[in-house]
């Protein structure tokens, strides 16, 4: 069975940090290119960033790109997020993903499975 476990979500002030982690399982991670997505409050699910199954391909939103930072650890099966900057409009449930597909825009067309995700709420 496919699992997804996203965790360190929490509340940040504005321009704080923070590191998100998905852990897998059920699948060869190490072969599978992972996203990151997101939902806030009253909105639809949103693209955040792409990363190729090595890791040496990344892509990201034009709404994170500068800030966040995708990462991944096959020898442990998890896959990161890293929040720098944070704005208020960051707050949201972030969800890891496997087999996501999108447009060339960033919108989201579909995933395999995603996890049960983590709040991220950025406030002072």
């Known amino acids: 069975e496919v699992q997804l476990v996203e965790s360190g979500g929490g509340l940040v002030q504005p321009g704080g940090s923070l590191r998100l982690s998905c852990t897998a399982s059920?699948?060869?991670?190490?072969?599978?290119?992972m996203s990151w997505v997101r939902q806030a409050p009253g909105k639809g699910l949103v693209w955040v960033s792409d990363?190729?199954?090595?890791?040496?391909?990344?892509d990201y939103s034009e709404s994170v790109k500068g800030r966040f930072t995708i990462s991944r650890d096959n020898a442990n099966n998890t896959l990161y997020l890293q929040l720098n900057a944070a704005k208020i409009e960051d707050t949201a449930m972030y969800y890891c993903?496997?087999?996501?597909?999108?447009?060339?825009?960033?919108?989201?067309?579909?995933?395999?499975?995603r996890g049960q995700g983590t709040q991220v709420t950025i406030s002072s």
């Open positions: 993903a496997k087999e996501l597909r999108r447009s060339a825009g960033g919108l989201i067309l579909s995933y395999h499975t």
């Open positions: 059920g699948f060869m991670f190490s072969s599978e290119s």
């Open positions: 990363i190729n199954s090595d890791g040496s391909a990344t």
